[in-house]
Nanobody, 125 residues
Framework: QVQLVESGGGLVQAGGSLRLSCAASGRTLSNNAMAWFRQAPGKEREFVSGISYSGRTTYYKDSVKGRFTISRDNAKNTVYLQMNSLKPEDTALYYC??????????????????WGRGTQVTVSS
C-alpha cells in the first residue's frame, strides 16, 4: 500500500518561502507522475503543479508560475515543491498525489490514485 506523507508547511509572511516535501513509502514511485494540489477553505481542490516520472516535464497553475518549482528525487522516493514569493491567496491545505499509471502523463485534474493527508500553508499579509 502506497503512503504519501507531506511536510514543510507552516505560517509565513507574504513574500516568504516554504519548501514542501512528499515522502512516499510502500513502493517506488519512480515510474509515476506526481503532483501537488491545494484546497482553501470554502473552495474546491485545485491543481498546483505536476511532474513527470522522469522529472523532465513539469506543469504549473498559471498563478504560481515563476514562483513555485516542483522537483523530485527518485532515489529518495520524494517530491518537493519550492514556494517563493508567497501570497495570502496561496493559503491552503496542500496535498501530494501520485498517479497509479506506469509512466503516465501528468494530469491536471484530480484523477490520481494515491493521496497524502495534506500540510497546511498559511501566508499572512
Amino acid at each position: 500500500q502506497v503512503q504519501l506523507v507531506e511536510s514543510g508547511g507552516g505560517l509565513v509572511q507574504a513574500g516568504g518561502s516554504l519548501r514542501l516535501s512528499c515522502a512516499a513509502s510502500g513502493r517506488t514511485l519512480s515510474n509515476n507522475a506526481m503532483a501537488w494540489f491545494r484546497q482553501a477553505p470554502g473552495k474546491e481542490r485545485e491543481f498546483v503543479s505536476g511532474i513527470s516520472y522522469s522529472g523532465r516535464t513539469t506543469y504549473y497553475k498559471d498563478s504560481v508560475k515563476g514562483r513555485f518549482t516542483i522537483s523530485r528525487d527518485n532515489a529518495k522516493n520524494t517530491v518537493y515543491l519550492q514556494m517563493n514569493s508567497l501570497k495570502p491567496e496561496d493559503t491552503a491545505l496542500y496535498y501530494c498525489a501520485a498517479d497509479g499509471r506506469w509512466r503516465g502523463g501528468v494530469r491536471t485534474t484530480d484523477e490520481y490514485t494515491y493521496w497524502g493527508r495534506g500540510t497546511q500553508v498559511t501566508v499572512s499579509s
